[in-house]
Each structure stands twice: as C-alpha cells, then as structure tokens.
C-alpha cells in the first residue's frame, strides 16, 4: 500500500510535469530556416529583397538561411551588397543553385556556407560585361577578380578557380584559354558544391534540417510595390511623364497640370530607389532645386533663361545620378556602361515624352474630361460685355521692354506694367515696342 502511493506521488510530482512541459522542450530545440529565392536578374529589387528577407530572418530568430537561386546575373553593385550581407549575417547561409548561377549569381553563391546544387546546374561565367554585352574593360575584370578571390577565401574555397570565372585560366585542371563555368559533377569535383539534391527537401535532408520549421519569406504588399516601380520599364514610363509634364508646362506655363504630373512621377521614381539606398539625400535635394528652379521660372520670372535652363540641367543630372550607384560624385566602381546606360535612359526620357506629347494631346484636349473643364463661350466686346482689364486702348501705343521677353516677359507703357508677348523673335531689355494686339492674359507687341 506504502509502495503505490509512493508511486503516485512519484508521477504526480515528477513524471506529469515532464510530460507537459515536452512540448515545449521539443519546440524549443526544433530548428527554424528561412526560406527565400532569386529567380530572375540581380538588381535593385533581387537587392531590396535579400536585405529584407535577412532582417525577417532575424525578426523571427532563425537558425539557418536556405537561398534557392537560379539566374544569369546582372548589376554587379547589387551582387556585390548581397555577397557582403550574406558573408556579414551571423547564422549559416546555404545556397540551393536550381539550374543557374551564372556571372553575379556565382558571386553570391561564394559567399554562402554551403552549396548544393540541383542535376544539371552550372556556376561561373563571371566576367563583367558592357550594355552591349562585350567584357567591360581591364580595370573592372580585375575588380571582379579580386571579390571573387577574397569571397572564395572567406568560405574556404580555391581562390584561383573562383578568378577563373572571371577571365581565362591557364591551369592546368581546366580548359586552357576559357572562362571558368563548373558543371554540378565538376563543383562537387573541385570543392565548390557540397551535395547534389533535387528540391529544397533534398537540400534540408542532407543539412540534418528535415524536421525544422521552415518560413518562406514572402514581400509585403507595401514592399511589392516598391519593387514594381523599381522594374527598368517602369522607371521609363516614370521619366517620360517627368520630362513630359516639364516640357508641356514650359510650353504652356500657368497651366499646373503637367507640373503636377511631373512632380508625382518623380516622387514615384525617387522614392523606391531613396529606400534601396541608390539614391542619396543630396540626388535628391538635386532633383527638388531643379524643379523650384523651373517652377520659379514658370510662375515668377517673365520669360525662359538660365533660371529655367538651370533647373532643367539639375533634374536631369539628378535622374541620372539616382540610377548609379556613386559615392558623392565618386565613380570608381562604376562600369562607365552604367553610367551610360542611365544617361542614355534619361535622354530617351526627354525624347519619348516630347513625342509623347505631340501624339496625344490633341487626342487628350479633345477627351471628355477636358472637355468638361474647358469654357466653349466667348464674350465679345461688340456684345456688351467688358474685361476689367480691358487693354484695347493700348493698341498702337509704344513703350520699353522692361525684361528680356523670350517670347514673353512685361512691357514699360505710361509708367505702367505689363505682361507682354513678342510676336516674333527675341525682344531684348530696354529695346523700343509697340502693341499691335491684345488678349486676356498679355499684349502682343513687335519691336519698333
């Protein structure tokens, strides 16, 4: 009897408490992987993602990363802020390489712990290339030597295969004169890839992680839409409403609608790539002066000059410097092709929009919502009606041109200001005019 209550008491005290609490000891020792995966060009947005799907790594106490890649490459300067992230993070990051990592991708699986890659996959082909697809010149290939060396370094990886990829290798276990690509059975060969796995699960199994949790990050919708509009055809479309609504409201200043759909465009442009990190404070404060500038130009001084040409060169500049990633006008590891390429983009910007708007706005006036906030009546003197600023009795009087009017700018007539419109050419400050014709808005005079 002695002996059973014994026995009770023991599994009431001891046993019972165990076996609540095993729930949560087996949840705490159960391991946690991020999940996430690149599957198209290295750029701002694969950029944005890695550094996001890091920090949610973080957020949710992961033990381990698990990268599934699977891409040709792309900007260099983004590859390389993920090879740094990825190198810095301090839990184990393991790359999955689903057929492709080729050029940047190489780069950034270098700098993983581990790689696994699937039947049929390669790795390398590194070389730096222009826009037009040609090696980038000498300087930038040993740039990209460099990093691939020191990456390769970092993990414990053959530091001359790795260069290989980059340019040309004489060494003697490859093909003499080509750049470096290794198969899956070739990686595994030379110590560049740790297993060969068919899914993700193969991957974990072979990592000892077949039972961890597994997380795949996934953008929010907040940050979706920072990625769509850092897709290239985007930011296009962005810049032809940019220079588009700048130059139709140069065109026909006062108007504010074309401003404004300036203004917005480029805040929809800066904005994605300010919270990327390629766009500085001072790009900005670049791009803002230049539209106060032109804004000056179009609402306070008569006319267009250097206040307006100045504003102008400013947007421009900005919206170039916004796409490269330079350190205060530092350009060093800058491939002179992306900076061409952003050059040649804004430029086609300005070209687009201004053919832009000479196929559409006659279509767009002519639209029904224009035609609702346009007034169809006139009122004519001969009917009675009178503008309070009636100038009829102007015509054939002469006067000085206060400002420069190019076209337009103000007039001196009997010690009185007006605003003016030359009806040919350029009227220069102080030069003698006569008014020949007036509307609601200005004179029109010639010079006499």
């Known amino acids: 009897m002695k002996s059973e ?7 009431l005290c001891y046993l019972l408490p165990l076996l609540l609490l095993l729930p949560a000891i087996v949840q705490a020792q159960q391991q946690k992987v991020l999940l996430m995966e690149i ?8 950029n944005r993602y890695t550094e996001l799907a890091l920090n949610h790594a973080t957020e949710i106490k992961a033990d381990h990363v698990l990268l599934v890649l699977d891409t040709f490459g792309g900007a260099l300067n983004d590859a390389d802020e993920i090879r740094k992230r990825i190198l810095e993070y301090p839990k184990p990051v393991y790359v999955f390489i689903n057929k492709n990592a080729a050029s940047a991708g190489a780069l950034i699986s270098l ?3 581990s790689i696994y890659m699937a039947p049929g996959a390669n790795i390398g082909a590194a070389t730096v290339v222009s826009a037009s697809g040609e090696a980038a010149p000498g300087k930038y290939q040993s740039y990209m030597r460099s990093i691939m060396r020191s990456t390769a370094e970092a993990q414990g990886r053959n530091p001359h295969l790795a260069e290989a990829m980059v340019e040309a290798s004489v060494d003697s276990t490859l093909s003499a004169g080509q750049v470096l690509t290794l198969t899956t059975t070739e990686a595994i060969k030379y110590g560049f890839c740790d297993g060969v796995a068919t899914n993700v699960e193969q991957v974990l199994q072979q990592l000892n992680l077949q039972d961890a949790e597994v997380v795949k990050y996934e953008l929010s919708t907040s940050n979706k839409i920072i990625s769509f509009f850092l897709n290239p055809v985007i930011s296009g479309v962005l810049l032809l409403l ?13 108007i504010g609608f074309p401003l ?7 805040i929809l442009y800066l904005t994605p790539y300010y919270l990327n990190g390629l766009a500085e404070n001072w790009e900005i404060l670049l791009f803002i002066a230049g539209l106060i500038l032109i804004g000056v130009e179009v609402l306070v001084i008569p006319g267009f000059g250097v206040t307006g040409i100045s504003g102008i060169i400013l ?6 410097l ?11 590891f800058v491939p002179s092709s992306a900076l061409m390429q952003s050059l040649i983009s804004v430029l086609l910007g300005m070209v687009g929009s201004v053919v832009l708007v000479a196929l559409t706005w006659n279509r767009f006036a002519a639209s029904r919502t224009m035609q609702r906030v346009i007034l169809h009546d006139s009122f004519q003197g001969s009917e009675g009606y009178r503008s309070s600023a009636d100038a009829s009795h102007l015509v054939g009087k002469t006067g000085i041109a206060h400002t420069r009017m190019t076209p337009t700018g103000r007039v001196m007539i009997d010690d ?19 008014v020949i014709d007036h509307s609601t808005f200005a004179l029109r005079v010639k010079k006499v």
């Open 5 to 11: 209550a014994n026995h009770r008491h023991f599994i």
């Open 39 to 46: 599957k198209a060009e290295i750029d701002p947005r694969t």
């Open 111 to 113: 700098a993983s712990d």
């Open 242 to 254: 940019i220079m588009g609504g700048l130059y139709y409201e140069l065109q026909s200043p006062g």
């Open 260 to 266: 404004a759909v300036a203004v917005l465009a480029g």
């Open 315 to 320: 947007v421009f500049v900005s919206l170039v």
């Open 322 to 332: 916004v796409m490269v990633n330079n350190e205060n006008f530092d350009f060093t």
């Open 416 to 434: 009185t200001l007006y605003d003016a419109q030359a009806r040919e050419g350029y009227i220069e400050k102080g030069e003698t005019v006569q």
